[in-house]
Nanobody, 119 residues
Framework: QVQLVESGGGLVQPGGSLRLSCAAS????????MGWYRQAPGKQRELVAS???????NYADSVKGRFTISRDNAKNTVYLQMNSLKSEDTAVYYC?????????????WGQGTQVTVSS
């Protein structure tokens, strides 16, 4: 059984930082690309950051320079370090796992964790 469990969400002030974690089980973690998606109210789900099985990363323009995705294969965990947070970052953040590369229509999903950036 595949499980992705996100944690680390919460309330933070603009300019603050938050670190999200996603612990995976039921997959050969090192073979999977991992992604962080988010969905804000009234907006489409968007891919925020991804890291493939070889370690290469990609970021949405809106978070480039502020967010960092990383993985620890020994812990079967992917992280999203979020710095300089803005109110526009408020969303439910979802962890995704897909074989080798993040791609549409396949993969596994976590339950999501709420991130709220507000004064």
């Amino acid at each position: 059984q595949v499980q992705l469990v996100e944690s680390g969400g919460g309330l933070v002030q603009p300019g603050g930082s938050l670190r999200l974690s996603c612990a995976a089980s039921g997959i050969v973690f090192r073979l999977y690309a991992m992604g962080w998606y988010r969905q804000a109210p009234g907006k489409q789900r968007e891919l925020v950051a991804s890291i493939n099985s070889g370690g290469s990363t990609n970021y949405a323009d809106s978070v480039k320079g502020r967010f960092t995705i990383s993985r620890d294969n020994a812990k079967n965990t992917v992280y999203l370090q979020m710095n300089s947070l803005k109110s526009e970052d408020t969303a439910v953040y979802y962890c995704n796992a897909d074989l080798f590369t993040v791609k549409p229509g396949t993969g596994y999903w976590g339950q999501g964790t709420q991130v709220t950036v507000s004064s």
